[in-house]
């Protein structure tokens, strides 16, 4: 089984940066296609960007291509989420999330389904 603990979120202004990270704890992390996630108050949750388990592929929701990009440490069984030009739309509870495939296409990335292991979230709050 596979933890995952983010951190990283806070309280910015809109057009700052913040870079979230996602740590787990199993070495099968290396084998496993990742993705973040957000989920805004009284909205479903939403996909944000998806790494394979090489890091050569990646994909991004329309809302945040050009301002995020998501990377990932196979060594440090850790994934990141850099997050810049944020607005104050992008304010929600962000989830890193670990599927059980190392590869995924783009509409497998984008579902919540693919995904069997989930973090506990971290805030992310951009005030205008």
């Known amino acids: 089984q596979v933890q995952l603990v983010e951190s990283g979120g806070g309280m910015v202004q809109a057009g700052d940066s913040l870079r979230l990270s996602c740590a787990a704890s199993?070495?099968?992390?290396?084998?496993?296609?990742m993705g973040w996630f957000r989920q805004a108050p009284g909205k479903e949750r939403e996909f944000q960007a998806a790494?394979?388990?090489?890091?050569?592929?990646?994909f991004y929701a329309d809302s945040v291509k050009g301002r995020f990009t998501i990377s990932r440490d196979n060594a440090k069984n850790t994934m990141s989420l850099q997050m810049n030009s944020l607005k104050p739309e992008d304010t929600a509870v962000y989830y890193c999330a670990a599927g059980l495939r190392p590869y995924c296409a783009s509409y497998e990335c984008s579902d919540a389904g693919f995904y069997n292991y989930w973090g506990q979230g971290t805030q992310v709050t951009v005030s205008s």
């Open positions: 199993a070495r099968t992390f290396s084998s496993s296609g």
């Open positions: 790494i394979s388990w090489s890091g050569s592929t990646t």
